[in-house]
């Protein structure tokens, strides 16, 4: 019963620290990991052999694992931050903003999106060629 119960609380404390440690996206890294591994391997290795060895071969087998595990999440957080801001610089490099001035003389800005040889604007129509201002005046101005 008693291993029982130190298997829960080693358990909750471990869960509740990663998902403290999750909260903020890429928080989590190798030394990160590795405390949460080895404290975790420390409990099972102590409920396993109940002495101080194999607490000792836990605590290194978990840190170990942890670490590993840690530094693939943040590996795997860099990518996803390299795809959004390489989706960024293309979604640049295929629009363009064309300033219309309305009646009242202020201006808006409206972006388009190049599509083949046309382009798409804000609210989906389709051009042949990039609009001129009156065209768009007459659409997204006043």
């Not at 890429?26 to 409990?43: D, F, I, Q, R, V």
């Not at 903003?97 to 382009?119: A, C, E, F, H, R």
């Given at each position: 019963m008693r291993n029982l119960l130190?298997?829960?609380l080693t358990a909750s404390f471990v869960l509740t620290t990663l998902y403290v440690s999750g909260c903020e996206e890429g928080s989590m890294n190798g030394g990160t990991g590795a405390l949460l591994g080895g404290g975790l391997g420390a409990g099972i290795g102590q409920i396993a052999g109940r002495d101080t060895k194999a607490t000792l071969i836990g605590a290194g087998i978990g840190a170990g694992a942890g670490y590993l595990l840690g530094e693939n999440a943040k590996a795997e957080h860099q990518?996803?931050?390299?795809?959004?801001?390489i989706q960024q610089l293309q979604d640049q490099q295929n629009?363009?903003?064309?300033?219309?001035t309305n009646s009242n003389g202020s201006q808006q800005p409206v972006t388009l999106k190049k599509d083949g040889p046309?382009?798409?604007?804000?609210?989906?129509?389709?051009?042949?060629?990039?609009?001129?201002?009156?065209?768009l005046r007459q659409v997204y101005g006043f």
């Amino acid at each position: 019963m008693r291993n029982l119960l130190t298997l829960i609380l080693t358990a909750s404390f471990v869960l509740t620290t990663l998902y403290v440690s999750g909260c903020e996206e890429g928080s989590m890294n190798g030394g990160t990991g590795a405390l949460l591994g080895g404290g975790l391997g420390a409990g099972i290795g102590q409920i396993a052999g109940r002495d101080t060895k194999a607490t000792l071969i836990g605590a290194g087998i978990g840190a170990g694992a942890g670490y590993l595990l840690g530094e693939n999440a943040k590996a795997e957080h860099q990518r996803k931050q390299q795809q959004q801001q390489i989706q960024q610089l293309q979604d640049q490099q295929n629009s363009v903003t064309i300033w219309i001035t309305n009646s009242n003389g202020s201006q808006q800005p409206v972006t388009l999106k190049k599509d083949g040889p046309g382009y798409i604007g804000p609210r989906g129509e389709r051009y042949p060629s990039l609009p001129t201002e009156e065209q768009l005046r007459q659409v997204y101005g006043f």
